[in-house]
């Protein structure tokens, strides 16, 4: 079943190319031009996701727009789509899940929707809390350190790819990625 997603903005162009980016990803997007009009199509529809610009016909609007999500009985993922980059705690403190500034790369985007939608999916079933904006992040390696002190590249538990091998226990560098696995 194709994930739903409200796209909110008042920028036409940003509107149409974000929802043609999505629809050709396999999500059923719906559009809003305004603030208000994000608000109504909330109360009428149910949506896995909203995706609102922060300032729209007013500098609250997209704030507006992301606490009637939060006040929605169906609790979608929320993202708050912005030019104008926050504090993590001030997108936060609005009520958003995720902040994505635009412009974005496609690819970018698109991997961020689909981390905030299942580590959302996670919350909403009582598995897990909710992954911080580092574990959002595009960067999905860690490293960690062994008992000899060695260090080694892992696969972080959200990323698809194998990232690097495990390091001989007695060196004292850590894997390097083979081209294969960039």
Known sequence: MKKRILLV???VAVLLTLKAVLEINGFDVDTAASG???KLKLR???YDMVISDMRMESDQAGAAVIAAARSASYRPAVALLTAYPL????????GADRMLVKPMHTRLLLEQIDRLMKSHETKR???????SADAISS???KKSTTKSG???MVKAPDSKK???KTTNTTSRKAARPSAANR
């Open 9 to 11: 903005d008042d920028e």
């Open 44 to 46: 009428s529809n149910e």
């Open 125 to 131: 079933a009582g598995k897990g809390s909710t992954l």
């Open 162 to 164: 194998t990232v690097a």
């Open 139 to 141: 960067e999905t390696t």
């Open 87 to 94: 504090a993590e705690e001030d997108w936060q403190d609005m």
């Open 36 to 38: 208000r009009e994000g």
């Open 150 to 152: 060695a260090k080694k």
